[in-house]
Nanobody, 126 residues
């Protein structure tokens, strides 16, 4: 059973930064692409960023491109989301997810992800 645990969320002023972490259990972390998604109150969950198993490929939602950076450390079984220049509209619960299929990379297609963390709240005040 794969477990994903997010951390690093909190309250920050607009223009500030946060770094989210997602620690994964299991010995095959490096075989799987990972993704970050978010869900704001009253809205559907949306794609934020994704990273291939080696880190060589990344994708971003248009709304965060240039402000957020996804990275991973396979030795630590951890994926990160560095969020800079935060805006109030970035307020949401952020989830990390593991790709359904080993050695595959499908970017931001939510159906490609089969394991999800419990989420961490990010609140950006204006």
């Amino acid at each position: 059973q794969v477990q994903l645990v997010e951390s690093g969320g909190g309250l920050v002023q607009a223009g500030g930064s946060l770094r989210l972490s997602c620690a994964a259990s299991g010995r095959t972390f490096s075989n799987y692409a990972m993704g970050w998604f978010r869900q704001a109150p009253g809205k559907e969950r949306e794609f934020v960023a994704s990273i291939s198993r080696s880190g060589g490929n990344t994708d971003y939602a248009h709304s965060v491109k240039g402000r957020f950076t996804v990275s991973r450390d396979n030795a630590k079984n951890t994926v990160y989301l560095q969020m800079n220049s935060l805006k109030p509209e970035d307020t949401a619960v952020y989830y990390c997810a593991r790709n359904r299929e080993a050695f595959a990379y499908n970017g931001g297609h939510e159906s490609s992800y089969s394991y999800w963390g419990q989420g961490t709240q990010v609140t950006v005040s204006s």
